[in-house]
DNA sequence: GGCACTAGTCTAGAGCCCCTAGGTAAAGAA
DNA sequence: TTCTTTACCTAGGGGCTCTAGACTAGTGCC
């Protein structure tokens, strides 16, 4: 019976492994337990439930992704700053389809405070400050960045784009001149 | 041992019911049989798994959607469609959360073809008729606008959006000129 | 009405998952 | 060394998925 040295970051950071190996849907408490050598109810020691591992493999999946634009923006701005903020993030979901699909998960308000989504906002907010839009229309376009950015990266994943022989790389590439229009001639209110 | 008079469609539109009552994810087997007064061995007579379940919601779903788009599209044209597309499928995704939850599961190739995904991508395109854009423009733009709906939407439906404190009905209509907008003065390639 | 056949439901049970209660061994403190 | 705490274990209940095989309700035919 020697220990197996678990903590709730080596049992976070594994189940974010996993999630990438084999989808984040078949991360279960049993799964990783048996990875670790380890009885399942072991891991009720280190973790309240099953959910509390998915928040944190989400948590730190929006970590990540934060980590990771703020890194890609540094150093740059307008559209070239964009650009590397949206490659960031779908480079990100490309990479770790398992920790992104976390990254979807419901939280809570309380739980969604503690996390690196308020980076996420204040990045995409220093990006629009290369184009100078006043409020509201600076919330509105925050919105609907991630939700482009968001959108087209899961439907992308879903296969959604595969019905039409043009390639995701080159839309994705347009897409991004299209919103660069957009944010430079956003329409009056 | 009354016949409880199941099919295939009763089972489906039950759990659609049921998906949008306790949540896409809280629909099982089991607990649809026990909606029934019926043992859930008796549901494997009429599917073959519980995957069968879920992606028959999802093509329920889909096929709903594309009838609701289809209605508001009738008689409008230019900006007009495109808002009335877009609060379609936005109005569904609000009464109907459940189902919109199944519509994103991932279909593979053969159901994906056989579902209603196609209709969506003609009405699309057919709203960019207005705008009068060349391929592969009009490509990128039918992508364009999915993923900034579906993004949209889903993000708003995880709470996404709760932390400015803007209205989404706001930042909705402000989204649609945008998008109007951007079609209108599509960036050259 | 009786018989054969099919369709629809049931019981039993295996396997996996989540989680709790209570036991026990390892590691560190006194 | 002994004591305490920490970390893992066994046992077991309850839920879900799915299979095998039994049984019954209904249908068609004589």
Redesign the interface.
Known sequence: MARAGLTVERLTLAAAEMADEVGFENVTVTALARRFGVKDASLYFHLRNAQELRVRVAMLALAEMADRAADALAGRAGKDALVAFANAYRDYATRHPGRYAAA?L??D?ET??ASA??RH?EMTRAILRGYRLAE??Q???V??L???????V??ER???????P?T?D??WS??L??L???LR???P?
Chains 1, 2 share one sequence.
Do not use: C
């Open positions: 979807q419901q939280l308000r969604a405070e989504a308020r906002a509201p229309d919330t509105d376009a919105r609907l991630h939700s482009t950015f968001h959108g087209y899961s439907l879903a296969g959604g784009f595969r019905h039409t043009r995701t080159a839309t347009r897409t001149d299209a660069d229009a957009l001639n956003w329409p209110g």
